[in-house]
């Protein structure tokens, strides 16, 4: 179950060899450029962090480097190494290389800033038993706006990523927190190309006409917020794990389906506050148009999976449905709230017992993609792009 290792027959047994044996040709030359990097550095937290991630690369042990990217100011950022893990459909834990050179836009800061103070607040706002929302206080959330200039490897998989919350590590959330980087300039790109016209050919008028820009980057910003929400561990049989190693091969959509759901629940609430700005619907517009450009990619992605439920589930609790303008869908902003609670208290409730086999249970119910949706994104297949690829020089 470690992220870091390859799985191997060896005779009539199994097993584990560490990325950095297995990966050498690629991780001791990254390794070496790193460090050369981190002596032309003029910035000492970059120099600390590019240091300890070439140290991290050649042994697998991420922590202190995880810490250090934590601490890193400056215009200058850098994502590298095996993070993510939403490509093993086995069971949801090996990690999967990745980079990102990023470009932080220092102006923004303040108007992020706001959100950074209030996630023990979002914390203890979730509607779930006080076991499943432990206090956060005192924990660090970086927020950077970015415009990512350069992405490699898982980065570039299918799906081209438009923010991320990293670390995953658990011990790093609980030692300093995580830090959640939205690039502005893919997130502009992915609603301009596929969202707004995806939302026009599914959505009705109505609904569709109440897409904004600013309003899907709140929604994308509340998501990777949410990931930090909610519970970390499980205990089982007087056995601890994390809840990653306790859902197995259905971490990743019952995760993502948190942060997804967690986001809408929470955005009241700073909107009561004076936080959030705009109307309720286009927070809503914005998810909506992401969960339809996700269930395209199919049962293959972890998202195509969990927003495709997340649909169905709203659609049987009557928050959308098929009776727009030719049988585009409508939403019911008042229903979508309360399905939104009850699919939270689900999802939490799946991660904080480590109910496997309840996740399991939800994912097979709710993933057939009903008559009338299909009908709307097989006329869009024509229209609509399923994704943009960015070029580089």
């Given at each position: 179950m470690n992220p870091y290792t390859v799985v191997r027959r060896s005779g009539g047994r199994l097993v584990t060899v560490p990325y950095h044996e297995v990966y050498a040709t690629y991780v001791l030359p990254t390794a070496t450029l790193l460090e050369e990097a981190a002596a032309l550095s003029q910035n000492p937290s970059l120099t600390a962090y590019l240091g300890l991630q070439a140290t991290a690369l050649r042994t697998d042990d991420y922590f202190q480097a995880d810490l250090a990217w934590l601490d890193l100011v400056g215009n200058v950022d850098l994502s590298i190494g095996p993070h993510e893990t939403y490509d093993d459909q086995l069971t949801g834990q090996k990690a999967f290389y990745k980079a990102n050179v990023l470009l932080v836009d220092q102006a923004a800061a303040g108007r992020l800033d706001k959100y950074k103070a209030e996630v023990p607040a979002l914390q203890a706002n979730l509607p779930v038993d006080p076991q499943y929302k432990l206090d956060q206080t005192g924990t660090m959330t970086p927020l950077i706006l970015v415009d990512d200039i350069r992405r490699a490897g898982q980065g570039r998989a299918v799906m081209e990523p438009v923010a991320f919350s990293?670390?995953?590590?658990?011990?790093?959330?609980?030692?300093k927190g995580a830090k959640k980087v939205m690039m502005g300039n893919y997130l502009s790109a992915?609603?301009?190309?596929?969202?707004?016209?995806?939302?026009?050919?599914v959505l009705?008028?109505?609904?569709?006409?109440?897409?904004?820009?600013?309003?899907?980057?709140?929604?994308v910003l509340m998501h990777e917020i949410s990931h930090t929400l909610g519970p970390r561990n499980v205990t089982k049989d007087g056995k601890q794990s994390t809840v990653r190693e306790a859902l197995g091969e259905y971490y990743t959509p019952i995760e993502e389906g948190k942060a997804d759901i967690g986001g809408l629940y929470n955005l009241p609430y700073l909107m009561d506050k004076g936080i959030v700005t705009g109307s309720l619907m286009s927070h809503y517009v914005g998810y909506l148009a992401e969960a339809l450009r996700s269930i395209r990619f199919g049962m293959g992605s972890a998202y195509g999976v969990i927003r495709l439920a997340a649909w169905n589930f709203l659609v049987?609790?009557?928050?959308?449905?098929?009776?727009?303008?030719?049988?585009?869908?409508?939403?019911?902003?008042d229903k979508a709230k309360a399905a939104v609670t009850e699919l939270l208290v689900k999802l939490i409730t799946i991660e904080g017992q480590g109910d496997q086999a309840a996740a399991g249970q939800?994912?097979?119910?709710?993933?057939?993609?009903?008559?009338?949706?299909?009908?709307?994104?097989?006329?869009?297949?024509?229209?609509?792009?399923?994704?943009?690829?960015?070029?580089?020089?």
């Open positions: 990293l670390p995953n590590d658990p011990r790093v959330w609980e030692a992915r609603r301009t190309t596929v969202l707004e016209p995806l939302a026009r050919a009705d008028d109505s609904v569709a006409s109440q897409m904004d820009g600013e309003a899907y980057f709140t929604w049987e609790k009557a928050a959308l449905s098929p009776s727009g303008t030719n049988g585009r869908f409508l939403l019911d902003l939800f994912i097979k119910a709710y993933t057939t993609v009903m008559p009338e949706l299909k009908t709307f994104l097989d006329a869009a297949e024509t229209t609509v792009p399923l994704e943009f690829v960015p070029m580089y020089p």
